[in-house]
């Protein structure tokens, strides 16, 4: 069993987040919810609501198998907090799966561990993507390594599954 990290702020894409959240669950992994803060509810854009299991100061990269980053509005909040980017360098560090979707690769480029990486994302951000040091791909997941990137909520089955592969 892998424990998992969801990092997590408002406005995620709804989808983005149940979806990976409940096969990674349904996959027998645990899941935990990590917020700026602990104990609060984080509402995505379309009203779904997770409460943060645990702040992000209460915990260290090395107490999870893996991180997920949800796309939306929610990777912007997250790569602002020093904490979060420190998380996911952490993680990154220790040759742990880091997975985003959509917006969630901004917080991977905050965290400066897209540097001669293949990686995907929304094409609104595929500049940032690329100004990081990644090579853009446009394709529905792409796995460099310990990094896993999609780009729209239509690429979560293919998401979902290189994350499954990486935890087994």
Avoid: W
Wanted: with cysteine; glycine share 8%.
């Amino acid at each position: 069993m892998a424990r998992v990290a969801f990092l997590l702020a408002p406005n995620f894409e709804d989808s983005e987040m149940k979806n990976p959240y409940d096969a990674i669950r349904e996959a027998g992994h645990e899941a935990t919810v990590v917020g700026i803060e602990g104990g609060v509810e984080i509402k995505g854009k379309k009203g779904t609501a997770y409460t943060s299991d645990v702040s992000i100061s209460a915990i260290h990269a090395s107490d999870f198998d893996a991180v997920i980053i949800p796309g939306g509005s929610a990777p912007e909040a997250i790569r602002v907090n020093d904490q979060m980017v420190q998380f996911v360098k952490d993680a990154h560090a220790q040759a742990k799966p880091i997975a985003g979707i959509c917006h969630g690769p901004q917080v991977m480029i905050s965290a400066d561990i897209l540097k001669g990486k293949k990686s995907t994302c929304y094409i609104g951000i595929r500049d940032d993507v690329k100004l990081a040091g990644a090579e853009y791909v446009d394709e529905e997941v792409v796995v460099d390594g310990n990094i896993i990137t999609s780009r729209t909520p239509k690429d979560e089955p293919a998401f979902i599954q290189a994350i499954l592969k990486q935890l087994s």
